[in-house]
């Protein structure tokens, strides 16, 4: 039977192989010239995975925020469609903030 309660592992390659990297470095004498290679081999590991991000991502809480506001200002034109525009409802519409 499949456990549907496992955890399962979100961990990108480059996370594991990181691990791994520095699990066989904490076994390795710092002086020693292996480790100066787990070491570089570490650093082209960091440098590939800040690389690999996804710097175009959007936080969730933006996506909402936005979407409201475009909803409040669909409410305000509907309702001002119909009658005079004399409301000062636009200054109620939450303003998004970088």
Same mark, same amino acid.
């Given at each position: &039977? =499949?456990?549907?309660?496992? *955890? /399962? +592992?979100?961990?990108?390659?480059?996370?594991?192989?990181?691990?791994?990297?520095?699990?066989?470095?904490?076994?390795?004498?710092?002086?020693?010239?292996?480790?100066?290679?787990?070491?570089?081999?570490?650093?082209?590991? &960091? =440098?590939?995975?800040?690389? *690999? /991000? +996804?710097?175009?991502?959007?936080?969730?809480?933006?996506?909402?925020?936005?979407?409201?506001?475009?909803?409040?200002?669909?409410?305000?034109?509907?309702?001002?469609?119909?009658?005079?525009?004399?409301?000062?409802?636009?200054?109620?519409?939450?303003?998004?903030?970088?």
């Amino acid at each position: &039977m =499949k456990n549907i309660f496992a *955890n /399962k +592992d979100k961990r990108t390659e480059i996370d594991k192989e990181v691990e791994r990297v520095v699990k066989s470095m904490s076994i390795l004498e710092s002086n020693s010239e292996e480790y100066k290679n787990h070491a570089i081999n570490l650093e082209l590991l &960091m =440098k590939a995975k800040s690389c *690999n /991000k +996804d710097n175009a991502k959007v936080s969730k809480d933006v996506l909402v925020t936005c979407i409201f506001a475009l909803v409040q200002v669909v409410i305000i034109v509907g309702y001002e469609h119909g009658h005079v525009l004399a409301s000062k409802a636009i200054g109620s519409v939450i303003k998004g903030r970088v």
